[in-house]
């Protein structure tokens, strides 16, 4: 039976959300921003464990008095320079047995478990696969403040994660390569492997500004209205 294990990361800094602690730690509805993702990554069936990456310590003091049961998590790792970088600190500590790898960033934060095990289970099928949805506005590509092109915007897709793969592509595909890149896909899209891509949904948005935070409180409260 395949065995899947989520790397959660939580090591992004947190300047442009106007605070001085890491993005993972900001609050979030009365909770670290982070402790929202690992609720729905312990609440979903197809995670069997979760290792989390960030200022350990410090993270787990943060979820002391969250009440949240940390049953799934198997290790706490420090985070690296880059992104990249923590995700291979992630990867070195996942435990035996597990075959496949649920990549996640906890600046996603409203993340649904359903967006989280249909990426599996493609992956699982197919070997890669990565939460994505189709780009709805124009792009335009700018040099020095003046549109020199509009790109069609038939066949683009704005990726999400998580991204989810077998253990030994994303292995072979960190230990080979050659620069930093902005997503586990690129990389191991790099060996030649297929990325399929998962539904994933508009509300699993990056946290990434002040007003960014204020809509994600504003879908957990009408979340929590609803339930």
């Known amino acids: ?58 993270l787990r003091e943060l979820l002391s008095a969250s009440g949240l049961s940390l049953h799934k998590v198997v290790a706490w790792v420090e985070g690296g320079q880059e992104r990249q970088h923590s995700v291979a600190r992630g990867l070195a500590a996942l435990p035996p047995g597990c075959d496949i790898v649920a990549v996640h960033d906890s600046a996603r934060a409203l993340v649904s478990a359903g967006v989280v095990e249909r990426a599996i289970t493609m992956a699982r099928e197919c070997g890669a696969a990565l939460a994505a949805v189709p780009l709805a506005d124009t792009l335009k590509r700018v040099e020095e403040g003046v549109v020199t092109e509009t790109p069609p915007r038939a066949g683009l897709w704005c990726a999400q994660t998580p991204q989810v793969f077998r253990r030994d592509w994303l292995e072979a595909a960190h230990a080979g390569a050659a620069g930093v890149v ?25 946290i990434t500004t002040a007003a960014d935070l204020s809509v994600a409180a504003a879908l957990l409260s009408a979340r929590k209205e609803r339930a």
Do not use: Y
Not at 20 to 33: E, N, Q, W
């Open 182 to 206: 902005t997503d586990d896909a690129a990389l191991v899209e790099q060996l030649g492997h297929a990325v399929r891509v998962s539904e994933g949904d508009a509300t699993n948005f990056k």
């Open 1 to 58: 039976m395949s065995r899947t294990a989520a790397i959660l990361l939580c090591a992004g800094r947190g300047e442009r959300l106007g605070h001085d602690v890491p993005k993972a730690m900001v609050p979030l509805a009365g909770r670290p921003l982070f402790s929202w993702s690992l609720e729905t990554l312990q609440s979903c069936p197809a995670v069997d464990d979760i290792v989390v990456v960030g200022e350990s310590r410090i």
